[in-house]
């Protein structure tokens, strides 16, 4: 490992430069053009997933595999990819990341299948993997350490805000053009990227690259989470107590261990186990894994509230998502100089209160909530992530020994899109299971005509998701019963997801007490290569 004097002799200063290539600020500029797009993608389907699933018939599990994939993709190889980069140049994995991400969604957008989706997005999420650590990659290698923090942090606040700005960019996108176009804006803000890339990016390899990969590693991780989430996704179907469900769960749980052993074990291990002997680093991880939970997961349905349940246009699900997206905006830089100040772990206790004060609060709303108290709960997630999206890098990063920094900087963005892809699945569970429990009792309670079960069945999946499912030709009052039922059973498995997440933010905020600035934080922000 390099000293710090090393690496501090080793960092570039800001000092006058001929030509392109290299400079500081256009390669932050280069990298956030990039970083927008795939972060941008996170949360822009979640406003087109209505217009998919009427498109195309798509189930509530097909939904959902269309973000899952993308996140479980792109969680996954974040580790492996940060390696790729050590080894054969950031600016390379850079550039094949950024190429095969905007392919990929013009790609997507030519698809008219849901398995041509999923299986485009699984792409998408593996180039992404591939660009996110790049980036980070060449800003420390390109800014100073008295810059650099100021440049993560802008880069930092391109993340919050392309991830806020989403639901807004997709509203309009879906409502004036089509929910492709979605998918085709990546097409050119991707060659864009590639263009200034080739101009700007300079090369940087690690001095100690590694030699070989954690090839059994990687397979290992990648089925344990596959068969997690599956199981999750299909136990409604199934039954949580049915062999299959059953099965897919322990095999996960094998997996995860086999992993744990073989990473133990293994000479350049994918993810070295050492790291989590810090409880401020194993905190700040977890702590991230739940943010995301609650916050990705309860936003896929609240786009289904808002559009399906108050009949509001793409568009206007974006901006009543406005209050928080502003605070996102606001607070982002807000919470980097309060973080700078007093260190992260009271912003971050404060802000997953608020994030769980937040849940509960959305827990309570109806079909006829109003947008005032909508924008409330809104405005109050957007304050309380704030924090948290910004101080999770200094606490994971900082108590990292500087050898992993580029391993913990991976697995940063890896807790946070595994922690999404498991909300999105397990909150998915519970409002399918809410609606199924609920559903017969209201159907019998509004004198509609009897279904049978298999009917019943059916109707609860388009339910699950907001829709009535009114056959055509019913008479008006009849139809105008089912959508009350639909709508009412609905609100009720979402609310009962929200007060699941408030929960689960308020264990996250018992994780933030564990939290604090690193030793390492300073010296990792000179650190240009490691």
């Given at each position: 490992?390099?000293?710090?004097?090393?690496?501090?002799?080793?960092?570039?200063?800001?000092?006058?430069?001929?030509?392109?290539?290299?400079?500081?600020?256009?390669?932050?500029?280069?990298?956030?053009?990039?970083?927008?797009?795939?972060?941008?993608d996170g949360t822009i389907v979640a406003v087109a997933n209505p217009a998919i699933q009427k498109d195309l018939g798509a189930s509530l599990a097909d939904v959902q595999w269309i973000t899952n994939s993308y996140l479980l993709a792109l969680a996954v190889a974040l580790i492996t990819a940060g390696k790729l980069g050590d080894r054969f140049g950031?600016?390379?994995?850079?550039?094949?990341?950024?190429?095969?991400?905007?392919?990929?969604?013009?790609?997507?957008?030519?698809?008219?299948?849901?398995?041509m989706i999923v299986g485009f997005r699984v792409l998408q999420g593996l180039c992404g993997a591939l660009l996110m650590p790049a980036a980070l990659g060449l800003l420390r290698a390109t800014f100073p350490?008295?810059?650099?923090?100021?440049?993560?942090?802008?880069?930092?606040?391109?993340?919050?805000?392309?991830?806020?700005?989403?639901?807004?960019?997709?509203?309009?996108?879906?409502?004036?053009?089509?929910?492709?176009?979605?998918?085709?804006?990546?097409?050119?803000?991707?060659?864009?990227?590639?263009?200034?890339?080739?101009?700007?990016?300079?090369?940087?390899?690690?001095?100690?690259?590694?030699?070989?990969?954690?090839?059994?590693?990687?397979?290992?991780?990648?089925?344990?989470?596959?068969?997690?989430?599956?199981?999750?996704?299909?136990?409604?179907?199934?039954?949580?107590?049915?062999s299959r469900t059953l099965t897919f769960l322990a095999v996960s749980l094998l997996a995860f261990v086999l992993f744990a052993v073989w990473e133990a074990r293994a000479r350049e291990?994918?993810?070295?186990?050492?790291?989590?002997?810090?409880?401020?680093?194993?905190?700040?991880?977890?702590?991230?894994?739940?943010?995301a939970f609650?916050?990705?997961?309860?936003?896929?349905?609240?786009?289904?509230?808002?559009?399906?349940v108050h009949g509001m246009s793409p568009v206007d699900s974006g901006l009543h998502l406005l209050p928080l997206t502003g605070l996102m905006i606001?607070?982002?830089?807000?919470?980097?100089?309060?973080?700078?100040?007093?260190?992260?772990?009271?912003?971050?206790?404060?802000?997953?209160?608020?994030?769980?004060?937040?849940?509960?609060?959305?827990?309570?709303?109806?079909?006829?909530?109003?947008?005032?108290?909508?924008?409330?709960?809104?405005?109050?997630?957007?304050?309380g992530l704030s924090p948290v999206m910004v101080g999770a890098t200094e606490v994971i990063v900082g108590n990292a020994p500087l050898r992993h920094a580029g391993v913990a900087g991976g697995l940063q963005q890896a807790a946070m899109q595994v922690g999404g892809s498991l909300g999105t699945a397990v909150?998915?569970?519970?409002?399918?299971?809410?609606?199924?429990?609920?559903?017969?009792?209201?159907?019998?309670?509004?004198?509609?005509?009897?279904?049978?079960?298999?009917?019943?069945?059916?109707?609860?999946d388009l339910i699950a998701i907001g829709i009535a499912p009114v056959p055509p030709g019913t008479p008006a009052p009849v139809a105008e019963k089912i959508s009350t039922v639909a709508h009412d059973t609905f609100v009720s498995g979402m609310s009962l997801s929200f007060t699941v997440a408030g929960v689960i933010a308020l264990v996250a905020a018992a994780f933030a007490l564990f939290t604090k600035r690193g030793a390492n934080a300073d010296a990792a922000a000179g650190a240009a290569m490691v």
């Open positions: 490992m390099m000293s710090q004097t090393t690496v501090a002799d080793a960092t570039p200063d800001l000092g006058p430069r001929k030509g392109l290539r290299g400079h500081p600020w256009l390669t932050l500029l280069s990298v956030a053009i990039g970083v927008m797009m795939v972060t941008l950031h600016r390379l994995t850079f550039l094949i990341g950024t190429t095969g991400f905007a392919a990929a969604s013009g790609a997507i957008a030519l698809s008219d299948t849901v398995s350490a008295e810059k650099l923090n100021m440049a993560i942090g802008i880069w930092g606040m391109v993340i919050g805000v392309s991830t806020a700005g989403g639901p807004i960019l997709g509203g309009v996108l879906v409502e004036h053009v089509n929910w492709q176009s979605v998918f085709y804006v990546n097409v050119p803000v991707g060659v864009l990227a590639l263009v200034l890339g080739l101009v700007i990016l300079k090369d940087h390899r690690a001095e100690k690259a590694p030699k070989s990969f954690d090839l059994l590693g990687i397979v290992l991780l990648s089925g344990a989470m596959f068969c997690l989430v599956w199981a999750v996704i299909k136990a409604p179907t199934w039954q949580w107590g049915d291990p994918l993810l070295p186990l050492g790291l989590f002997r810090s409880v401020p680093l194993t905190a700040g991880t977890v702590l991230m894994v739940l943010m609650a916050f990705i997961g309860g936003l896929f349905f609240v786009t289904f509230y808002l559009q399906n606001i607070g982002a830089p807000t919470a980097g100089a309060v973080i700078t100040r007093i260190g992260p772990r009271i912003p971050l206790v404060v802000g997953m209160l608020c994030t769980a004060a937040a849940c509960f609060g959305t827990s309570t709303l109806t079909t006829g909530s109003g947008t005032g108290i909508m924008s409330l709960w809104f405005a109050l997630f957007g304050l909150l998915g569970a519970v409002v399918a299971a809410r609606v199924d429990h609920v559903l017969p009792g209201k159907w019998t309670g509004a004198g509609l005509p009897p279904v049978t079960h298999e009917q019943l069945s059916q109707g609860s």
